[in-house]
């Protein structure tokens, strides 16, 4: 309540860790003689990130368009398009050179391990399963280069990054996350 509407993420990811990425994404920006963001321009560009997820269009640009039938004004007054691709070019979830090249290798999701952990554990610090509990496949659409994303021609989400979840079958809540 305190945190207005950052309390939501501050819920399943401590306030702690999103400084964290930001310090990250910051030494990254400036290796590359680029200004640091502050914690206001970095949680506009969470949001904007979030919104992406509703308002869907098929590329980047597009949500900053001024052609008819695309754009979002309120793209445009939050964040310009080139700092945004700069702030997400140079996003770090993991600190700079704290995977070995052999973990990276082996392990698809290396580059979001942390941010992994950190949502599960919280969700399992928030949630307690108060009736019967399932396993269940959860699928996350993905357009991304990665090699754990997996093809089933046979649901919704086609291309996704497939992950399970330990869920209640009362109410639509995750208690642990695996991948």
Request: hydrophobic share 40%; with cysteine.
């Amino acid at each position: 309540r305190a945190n207005s509407k950052l309390g939501l993420f501050y819920l399943f990811l401590p306030k702690t860790y999103f400084f964290k990425i930001r310090a990250w994404t910051n030494k990254k920006l400036e290796g590359n003689g680029e200004r640091p963001i502050t914690e206001h321009k970095f949680n506009a560009y969470l949001g904007l990130e979030l919104a992406m997820s509703i308002i869907g269009f098929n590329r980047l640009k597009q949500y900053w368009s001024q052609k008819m039938f695309l754009g979002h004004s309120d793209f445009q007054s939050v964040m310009g398009r080139d700092q945004f691709l700069k702030i997400r070019t140079h996003l770090s979830l993991v600190a700079p050179d704290s995977v070995s090249v052999y973990n990276k290798s082996k392990d698809p999701l290396w580059h979001s391990r942390d941010l992994l952990n950190e949502f599960s554990q919280n969700c399992s610090n928030v949630a307690v399963p108060v009736s019967t509990a399932a396993l269940d496949e959860a699928s996350m659409p993905t357009k991304a280069r990665t090699c754990a994303k997996s093809y089933n021609a046979a649901k919704p989400a086609k291309y996704a990054i497939r992950f399970y979840a330990v869920v209640a079958n009362s109410g639509p809540y995750i208690f642990s996350l695996q991948d």
